[in-house]
């Protein structure tokens, strides 16, 4: 599924979805023709609210593709979203089996 998301002056997005140790499985995030796969299920025995953050701006310390796996998502910075504008948003479901459920709990622009 797909919605239009309007940004500020210093883009920013904050997906929040569920992780659980059952069923849950992964899902791509589409934005501005870049795409990050976020991952549902864990290991861990309980379920959760995992936090996916992405900013066009920040002073942190940068992340070399070398050290990115699959639990962290630090080249997706930003997207490429330019202040002030409009995107469609896209969500995919990429589970198989017995792991095609995903949450999606909020999404937030700013």
Not at 8 to 19: A, E, H, K
Not at 78 to 103: A, D, L, Q, Y
Request: hydrophobic share 35%; glycine share 8%.
């Amino acid at each position: 599924f797909f919605f239009e998301v309007e940004f500020g002056v210093v883009p920013s997005l904050t997906v929040m979805y569920l992780r659980s140790y059952e069923q849950m499985g992964d899902f791509k995030l589409s934005l501005n023709e870049k795409s990050v796969t976020l991952h549902g299920l864990w290991s861990q025995p309980l379920s959760t609210v995992q936090v996916f953050r992405s900013q066009a701006y920040a002073t942190t310390v940068q992340v070399k593709a070398s050290d990115m796996d699959s639990t962290n998502h630090f080249g997706i910075i930003g997207f490429g979203v330019r202040p002030g504008s409009r995107h469609n948003i896209t969500f995919t479901n990429e589970g198989s089996g017995n792991h095609t459920k995903s949450k999606i709990v909020s999404v937030l622009t700013c």
